[in-house]
Nanobody, 124 residues
Framework: QVQLVESGGGLVQAGGSLRLSCAAS????????KGWFRQAPGKEREFVAS????????YYADSVKGRFTISRDNAKDTVYLQMNSLKPEDTAVYYC?????????????????WGQGTQVTVSS
């Protein structure tokens, strides 16, 4: 079974940090672009960050630029999202995704595989 499995979510106070991980199983995604999206209650899923297949290129939503960092370790077939200076408006379910298209794309439709999501809650 092909899976992307997120971990690292939780409850944190505003100004704190969390590191999300997304590990692949069932097949390799080492040559795929990977991205992070999030969905808050009552809102549409939105793009957070993406990274190209070898980690040399990254792309961020304006709302997280300078606070979040996406990275990947292809030896572990894992993508990470380091989230610093968290704000209550960052509260959402965070999803990782993998796709064969160009990484600088905010459209969720270009991603073929999705994880189940991990909850991030930032208290004020």
């Amino acid at each position: 079974q092909v899976q992307l499995v997120e971990s690292g979510g939780g409850l944190v106070q505003a100004g704190g940090s969390l590191r999300l991980s997304c590990a692949a199983s069932g097949r390799t995604f080492r040559t795929y672009a990977k991205g992070w999206f999030r969905q808050a209650p009552g809102k549409e899923r939105e793009f957070v960050a993406s990274i190209n297949w070898n980690g040399s290129g990254t792309y961020y939503a304006d709302s997280v630029k300078g606070r979040f960092t996406i990275s990947r370790d292809n030896a572990k077939d894992t993508v990470y999202l380091q989230m610093n200076s968290l704000k209550p408006e960052d509260t959402a379910v965070y999803y990782c995704a993998a796709g064969g298209g160009y990484y600088r794309n905010r459209n969720s439709n270009v991603y073929d595989y999705w994880g189940q999501g991990t909850q991030v809650t930032v208290s004020s």
